[in-house]
Structures are given as C-alpha cells and as structure tokens.
C-alpha cells in the first residue's frame, strides 16, 4: 500500500500533504472498482497550462482582451471591472456570502459588456485556437485514461467564456467525449452567431458545486458514484463537491504561482499539491495505481 507514495513524492514539483488519505482512496478504489469513481475538474490553469513560453495564461478570456477580437474599447473596460471586483473577492474581511454576491455581480456586468461588444461564437472559436492555450503536461494522458474507464468528469468553469469554449477546445484537440460534462457558463445565439443573453444559472469563482448538478442531466452520471478526485488550482474550487454525499475524496491542488507565500493555505485544503504550473505525472500515476 505504501508503494505509491514513494514513486510520487520523487516527482518534481509534487507535495504530498495527506498520504493516509491517499493510501485509503487507493484501497477503496481496489475494492469498489471504477464504476465507484467519478473525477471533479475545474479547467483554466488546472487542465491547461498557467503560463506559456514564460507568459502567464489567466484564462481563455484573456485572449480577448490581448489580441483585440471585440470592440476597441472591451479591454479597458474589462479591467476596469477588475480592477473594481477583484480586491473584493480577495478581501478576507468580507464574508463568503456577500463574496458571492460581489461575484455574480461581476459576472453579470461582464457578460453584459461582451454582448455590448460583439462578442461572435467565431472570436470563441479564435480565442481557444490561440497559441498560449495549452494542455497541461499529462493532461492528455489523464483524460484518455478516463474516456478509456468510462470514468465521469464533469468540469467545472466559471470562465467567461463558458460551455462552448471548453467544448470547442476539447473537440479541436480530438478530446470532447461522452464521459465529458462541462458546467459552465452557455451563451444564446442569434443567426449570425452573435451573443445574445446568457442562460442562467451563472456560474462563478464562489459557486461552483455538485448542488448545480441535481437539475441537470449530468447528475445522474455521477450519483452512485461515491468516491471523487477533485482538482482544482484555487482554494475556492474545493467547494465544488459540496452538496454531494461522497465516501471517500482526494483533492489535487495546482499551485501555479507564488508557492512560498501560498503553499501554507494549499496544505489546508489539498490532499496532494502540483506546484510552479507542474504536470499532471504525480495523478496519472495515481490513476494507474487505482486501476
């Protein structure tokens, strides 16, 4: 039972911060099989690199704002929205509820500005084309390996821009599968491909979890299946599993950037943390163990 733990703390990058955890997920995995398991993912900078030939990737939205696809004005006054919302979201004085509340506001001011700027499904299709978005190291390998299993992921995204980009990007890169629900943000159309309205409910950094899943058909895929990984590059995205009765849960935390001033907080929520934009070696090997 010991045997992992060794193989993956050897890995660059990779902290083990509960492996009791570890070992008893890997045991309940051996007894229960994969029908058991279904995995948790949030998708900018967990799935996909956080920087790209040295240059840091905040989202697929990003690229909007970097290379122009909407109207000239978008980019200002998409940082001035951040600039105005994102202290408060990391404000430690305001409490969860109302963070919750600023973020929904934020949400919905800037899906209003997209429209306003025209945003198109061909600047989505662009926008995920981009060079700088990129699969992290053994992401491919992790998602062939559940699509192999018939192993869920359901991938939640409070991204900007949604369902479709994260569905279009997977199918570009010829890994869009039936095992693959993504719970994000979806746009209405018009004829010429214009967005028109975003369909509620909105989904954003405070929340994300599997208590959005009960009305939705991706629910069923998943609630039998009592034992989760959950992965997710911010302290916030553990909160995706609330709502959901599970058995056992091990939570793969991707801490991207500023390790030293973070890890202490990672170690709080994580059971095992991938740090400096590291690949996904340590949970793939994970994923052969338990299978």
Do not use: C
């Not at 900018?44 to 956080?50: E, L, N, Y």
């Not at 980009?165 to 746009?187: H, P, Y």
């Amino acid at each position: 039972m010991e045997k992992i733990i060794p193989q993956m703390e050897k890995l660059e990058d990779t902290i083990i911060v509960n492996p009791e955890k570890i070992n008893a997920f890997i045991q309940a995995l051996k007894e229960q099989g994969p029908n058991s398991l279904h995995v948790l993912a949030d998708f900018d900078r967990t799935i996909t690199k956080a920087f790209v030939n040295g240059e840091y990737v905040s989202s697929i939205i990003s690229m909007l704002r970097k290379h122009n696809y909407l109207t000239p004005d978008y980019p200002q006054k998409a940082q001035e929205l951040f600039e105005k919302y994102h202290p408060q979201e990391l404000d430690p004085k305001i409490s969860k509820k109302e963070k919750s509340k600023i973020m929904e506001e934020w949400w919905r001011a800037h899906n209003k500005l997209l429209i306003a700027s025209g945003l198109n499904i061909k600047d989505i299709e662009s926008a995920v084309k981009h060079e700088h978005i990129q699969f992290r190291e053994g992401a491919e390998d992790f998602l062939n390996t559940l699509k192999a299993n018939n192993i869920p992921l359901i991938i939640f995204s409070s991204s900007g821009l949604g369902t479709d980009a994260i569905s279009i990007l997977l199918k570009q890169r010829g890994k869009l599968s039936d095992n693959i629900e993504i719970v994000s943000n979806t746009f209405e159309y018009d004829e010429q491909g214009n967005v028109v309205r975003i369909k509620e409910p909105i989904i954003h950094s405070l929340n994300k979890g599997e208590a959005v899943l009960k009305d939705l058909p991706a629910f069923k895929k998943v609630k039998d299946r009592k034992n989760v990984i959950l992965l997710g590059d911010s302290v916030d995205d553990v909160g995706m599993v609330e709502g959901f009765k599970y058995d056992h849960l091990i939570k793969f935390g991707f801490l991207n950037d500023k390790v030293d001033e973070n890890l202490d907080d990672y170690k709080k929520y994580f059971d095992l943390i991938i740090t400096h934009d590291g690949s996904m070696d340590a949970l793939n090997k994970f994923m052969a163990e338990i299978l």
